[in-house]
């Protein structure tokens, strides 16, 4: 069931077709829960995008509807690829965007990573 005010699931949305191989992809990561790969159009020297294996939308949906397991091999995965990609030392930025005020393009829940020059501030000024 979709969580009440979201939408439902679009299967045919980019990742999930890259999490059927339709769409091949740079993956950098992968375990039971999660895939991560080099995002299409980096925003940085690095930007990596790690996604639940799951049918979620957005943040309120997986919290709401998937497993401990899955919530905690998600977020393990997060750290993981920063780990792997040795990001820990220089500091990196993880972001997600939620529904139209944060400009979500892709309706599966992905998190940002990026790294690999200064950030700048967390916000652009409106
Ligand atoms: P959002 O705006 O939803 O937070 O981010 C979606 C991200 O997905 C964007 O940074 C965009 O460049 C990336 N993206 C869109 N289509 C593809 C694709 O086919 N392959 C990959 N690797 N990234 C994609």
Redesign the pocket.
Known sequence: MPVSGLPPYDDQN?FAR?LRGE?P?KRVYEDEWAIA?????PQAPVHV?VIPRGRYVSMADFTARASAAEIAGFFRAVGEVARILGLEAEGYRILS?MGPAA????PHL?V?IFAGRPLGPMLARA
């Open positions: 980019v890259i769409i992809s790969f080099h995002d299409i159009a995008l965007n400009g979500q393009e892709v992905h940002h």
